[in-house]
T-cell receptor
Framework: AQSVAQPEDQVNVAEGNPLTVKCTYS??????LFWYVQYPNRGLQFLLK??????LVKGSYGFEAEFNKSQTSFHLKKPSALVSDSALYFC??????????????FGIGTKLQVIP | GAGVSQSPSNKVTEKGKDVELRCDPI?????LYWYRQSLGQGLEFLIY????????KSGLPSDRFSAERTGGSVSTLTIQRTQQEDSAVYLC??????????????FGPGTRLTVL
């Protein structure tokens, strides 16, 4: 079975500082990995996705994530945090093994608080 | 273009009543998903539709929950005899397809269901 772990319930970072939101995963085959952001009272918005190729994936709003196969991680990063980045961030994984549709499994989310 | 829309945005009902939640996916998207998001929980997969294939109902928590998708477009999630534990935000998402480059899910704003 596939799973996603977001070990931090909340991450606090000062505005202008770099931020990291951690994610580790477990799948039987190779993974597709996603990051989504959820602002208050809104649905989830897609940030970025890893399929294959370059391990560093760049996404919306200046975010990027690095796929690390040996550590089974896909941490979300941004060089300089903005107050407007404060939101709930979800990591998700899908197994790419053959055999039809594979569900996407979401983590429980990490609340990012950027302090002015 | 228009994103995924859901209605109503908020629904308050009494225990034991039936409710219907509606989702309009992005035009041309063949796959549609329903999730439930409870306070402090991640996204719980409920059901998935892909084209004319039989839906994946493996996430429905009980037989009080059902969903249909008419004409490959609009979907309705029905909860019969609602219980207080059904209170949550119900999120709908759609994707262009289910392949690696088409399975990115785009979410609606959600319906907040409160069962009194």
């Amino acid at each position: 079975a596939q799973s996603v772990a977001q070990p931090e319930d909340q991450v606090n970072v000062a505005e202008g500082n770099p931020l990291t939101v951690k994610c580790t995963y477990s799948v039987s085959g190779n993974p597709y990995l996603f990051w989504y952001v959820q602002y208050p009272n809104r649905g989830l918005q897609f940030l970025l996705k890893y399929i294959t190729g370059d391990n560093l994936v760049k996404g919306s709003y200046g975010f990027e994530a690095e796929f690390n196969k040996s550590q089974t991680s896909f941490h979300l990063k941004k060089p300089s945090a903005l107050v407007s980045d404060s939101a709930l961030y979800f990591c998700a994984v899908r197994d790419t093994r053959s055999g039809g549709y594979q569900k996407v499994t979401f983590g429980i989310g990490t609340k990012l608080q950027v302090i002015p | 273009g228009a994103g995924v829309s859901q209605s109503p945005s908020n629904k308050v009902t009494e225990k034991g009543k039936d409710v219907e939640l509606r989702c309009d996916p992005i035009s041309g998207h063949t796959a549609l998903y329903w999730y439930r998001q409870s306070l402090g929980q991640g996204l719980e997969f409920l059901i998935y539709f892909q084209g004319n294939s039989a839906p994946d109902k493996s996430g429905l928590p009980s037989d009080r929950f059902s969903a249909e998708r008419t004409g490959g477009s609009v979907s309705t999630l029905t909860i019969q005899r609602t219980q207080q534990e059904d209170s949550a935000v119900y999120l709908c998402a759609s994707s262009l397809g289910t392949g690696g480059r088409t399975d990115t899910q785009y979410f609606g704003p959600g319906t907040r269901l409160t069962v009194l």
